[in-house]
């Protein structure tokens, strides 16, 4: 087997940059260690920032898109003291999109069937190997046989456990990293959202976040210790801790229903640098994670693809000041995320143990909020996604 760029990893990121690859007339083939309907089984990210939405439409899949998602103009940040609305559209102009990564990642298996490019899964034991020669190759297994792909770039798309990352030496990597000691409970559930705009609240008894995918389907979480298993929630648990935790106004409103899907998921902050080691460029959660509270992490993805797809048509025409440049310019934007989305988790969570200050620090922060357009603009403006 021969391409142009071998793509480790079919979530969002692989996905994505190779239909924009592809579009652009460079062949690509992407390895993915699961089955097409595990990636898709898998619940994550609900927002899209307006930069990631034209590049789904740059790479042709807004059809459904602009059919099923739902613009989103604000969203409310709450204690049980205070209530602020973020005007995004009032403030900056712009909106985020309410679309599921499984929608997005479902609208790219199609398109990616219609252009007819190969995606192989069930793929194990990939191997990276040359990549400071001038061609590159993979090694894996599929189908019962040892194969080889033979390549001029390699795109680590495998995600946070993925291969990709770690194939870089150690001693040419720096990685940084913050654990918070709780993790998310996400439900989804087939009730009409409790509001029309999301809702982060911060409540005596922890964290809550009222999302939605559509009119009839909610994707609602509550911060939990990390010891806590999706066994010890039970539904009706779950709907009483999270109507304690929302303002009693719209617990007043919330139709609860069975569970659909229950998962957690731990919060951490990492990043690895740089992106770039020979032929082999990370992109996605293979390089970086953001803890969701600022729903981050697929639009992280999505600029990441955005920098390296031009870098690469560029590199095949011999011009490569964009792939010498990708490491660098991505990070740039990857750490003022990571900031916001530190600053998000930190202003609406309550640690374990924190003391008086850390609480005032709290108040403080949703006060100056509440008061200040400029402390509001500033948010907006992180929360709709900095330019790429
Ligand atoms: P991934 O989605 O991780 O995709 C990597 C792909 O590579 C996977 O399909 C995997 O099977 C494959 N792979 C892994 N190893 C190998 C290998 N060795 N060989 C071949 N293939 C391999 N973001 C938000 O904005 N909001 C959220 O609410 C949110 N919730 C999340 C919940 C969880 C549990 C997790 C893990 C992430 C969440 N995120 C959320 C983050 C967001 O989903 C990710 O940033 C996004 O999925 C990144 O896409 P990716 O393609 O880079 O990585
Ligand atoms: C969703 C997840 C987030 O982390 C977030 O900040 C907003 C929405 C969601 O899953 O809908």
Redesign the pocket.
């Known amino acids: 087997l021969t391409t142009q760029v071998a793509i ?7 996905l994505l940059l190779s239909q924009l690859l592809n579009k652009a007339g460079i062949d690509t083939v992407i ?4 089955t097409r309907d595990h ?1 898709l089984s898998r619940i ?4 899209l920032e307006w930069g990631t939405v034209e590049l789904l439409r740059e790479a042709g899949v807004d059809a459904r898109m602009d059919k099923e998602g739902i613009p989103h103009d604000g969203c409310y940040l709450t204690d049980e003291e205070l209530m602020v609305h973020i005007d995004f559209k009032g403030l900056t102009g712009k909106q985020v999109m309410v679309y599921g ?1 499984t929608e997005v990642t479902t609208d790219l298996y199609n398109a990616q069937a219609a252009m007819g490019t190969t995606v192989l899964h069930e ?1 194990s034991d ?1 191997e990276i190997h040359d990549l400071d020669q001038a061609k590159s190759y993979v090694d894996f297994t599929h189908e019962g046989t040892r194969k080889r792909l033979e390549c001029l770039y390699v795109a680590g ?7 990709s990352r770690k194939t870089i030496p150690e001693e040419k990597r720096k990685e940084f990293e913050r654990v918070y000691p709780f993790g998310w409970l996400g439900i989804l559930s087939e009730t009409p959202p409790v509001n029309d705009e999301l809702i982060y609240s911060n409540s005596r008894h922890g964290f809550a976040l009222a999302s939605m995918r559509n009119e009839n389907l909610v994707r609602y979480y509550v911060q939990v210790p990390l010891t806590d298993k999706v066994e010890d929630w039970s539904d009706q648990r779950f709907w009483d801790e999270f109507s304690r935790r929302i303002p009693s106004e719209a617990a007043s409103r919330l139709v609860t229903g069975p569970s659909i899907e229950k ?1 957690i ?1 731990p919060l951490r902050s990492f990043v690895s640098e740089p992106l770039r080691w020979g032929n082999l460029f990370l ?4 390089a970086h994670i953001v803890p ?1 509270t600022g ?7 999505a600029s990441d693809v955005y920098y390296l797809y031009t870098a690469l048509i560029d590199a095949v025409k011999g011009k490569t000041s964009g792939i010498d440049e990708y490491s660098t310019r991505a990070l740039a934007r990857i750490w003022k995320a990571m900031r916001f989305s530190w600053q998000m988790t930190t202003m609406l969570h309550r640690f374990d143990g924190e003391d008086a200050f850390a609480e005032q620090m709290r108040k403080a922060t949703l006060n100056h909020l509440a008061t200040s357009e400029t402390a509001r603009r500033d948010l907006a403006e992180n929360y709709i996604g900095l330019p790429f």
């Open positions: 480790i990893g079919g979530g969002p990121s692989g390895l993915e260690r699961a990636v994550r990210a609900g927002i990564q793929v990939v798309c495998d995600g946070f456990h993925g291969v998962s998921a992109v996605g959660d293979s969701p729903a981050k992490g697929l639009n992280l993805a």
